[in-house]
Nanobody, 124 residues
Framework: QVQLVESGGGLVQPGGSLRLSCAAS????????IGWFRQAPGKEREGVSC????????DYADSVKGRFTISRDNAKNTVYLQMNSLKPEDTSVYYC?????????????????WGQGTQVTVSA
């Protein structure tokens, strides 16, 4: 059974940092492409970042480039999203997702498995 569990969310002030974790079971993060998505209240879910399984290449939404970094630890079967210089508009529920494809982008339909999400709130 595939399970993705996000953690690391919370309340942070603008300009602060958080590191989200996506712990996987039933799938190997080095054989699956992993993506991070987010959904704010009243908005559609959007892709934030992804890392491909074949070569470890990464992609980011324009809104987070230069501030967020995705990485993976194969030994821990976990993918991380380091979020720096957080802004109030980053407030969302953040989800991780896994795809059987070797290389993916930020389109939801390419992903096969989803976690339950973790809340990130950026507020003074």
């Amino acid at each position: 059974q595939v399970q993705l569990v996000e953690s690391g969310g919370g309340l942070v002030q603008p300009g602060g940092s958080l590191r989200l974790s996506c712990a996987a079971s039933g799938v190997a993060v080095n054989y699956h492409s992993i993506g991070w998505f987010r959904q704010a209240p009243g908005k559609e879910r959007e892709g934030v970042s992804c890392i491909s399984s074949n070569d470890g290449s990464t992609d980011y939404a324009d809104s987070v480039k230069g501030r967020f970094t995705i990485s993976r630890d194969n030994a821990k079967n976990t993918v991380y999203l380091q979020m720096n210089s957080l802004k109030p508009e980053d407030t969302s529920v953040y989800y991780c997702a896994a795809s059987r494809a070797l290389a993916v982008g930020l389109r939801e339909s390419w992903y096969d498995y989803w976690g339950q999400g973790t809340q990130v709130t950026v507020s003074a």
